[in-house]
């Protein structure tokens, strides 16, 4: 039989012919995909951001100024204000926000309950209504009435008065003289203090009177 490569196993064993070992390459790793990048720190991250950014001033920094929300405190209009707002969600003004209101606490003790009187929180005990009659007879009628009020032990009664919308002379005659009788006249010494009526007892147009006790 041929072989022809019988003389090259002989040439190794001789020397002759040196045969160099077999090299495997390494594999080759893939490509790195984009977002499998190592991610730089955070520390660099802040570096890399902050990068020509100078440090605030403290000294030369602006005080923060608290904001009230709401008009300012004071102020002329406040009362308007409030009588309007409580006009939007009522529908109605205490009589105290009104031109017709009127009100008189005779003395220290009057003062104590005027805030009570003005809100109704006194019961009513008896009632005078004026209407139709003149100046004179008026007086006379709010002499009697309150004298009988006193002496029957009522401490809270209203008088009502009108508003003059009828008047001859466009004025609340009626009105502006009952007010004199309960704070100057004889009449004076049986009263605490008035207020004008709440809008359901005749708002402006009729008042109530705190007796003292007998």
Request: charge should be positive; glycine fraction near 8%.
């Amino acid at each position: 039989m041929h072989r022809p490569f019988e003389v090259l196993d002989d040439w190794i064993r001789a020397g002759r012919l040196r045969v160099a070992e077999p090299t495997v390459p390494a594999p080759a790793s893939p490509p790195a995909r984009r977002d499998e990048e190592p991610a730089p720190a955070e520390a660099e991250l802040f570096k890399e951001a902050m990068r020509g950014v100078r440090p605030l001033d403290r000294s030369g920094a602006p005080t923060p100024v608290a904001v009230r929300d709401g008009p300012p405190p004071g102020g002329g209009e406040d009362p308007a204000l409030r009588a309007l707002e409580e006009f939007c969600r009522t529908g109605t003004v205490a009589p105290e926000h009104t031109r017709e209101y009127v009100e008189h606490a005779a003395d220290a003790a009057g003062r104590l309950y005027i805030r009570d009187l003005r809100s109704g929180r006194f019961a009513i005990q008896a009632h005078l209504d004026l209407h139709g009659l003149t100046v004179d007879a008026a007086r006379r009628v709010v002499d009697i009435f309150l004298r009988e009020s006193v002496r029957a032990g009522y401490s809270s009664v209203r008088i009502i008065h009108g508003r003059g919308r009828h008047s001859d002379r466009g004025r609340p005659l009626l009105k502006e003289h009952v007010e004199r009788w309960l704070r100057h006249r004889r009449l004076a010494r049986f009263v605490m203090a008035f207020t004008s009526a709440r809008a359901v007892d005749g708002g402006g147009g009729a008042v109530y009177v705190l007796l003292r006790p007998r």
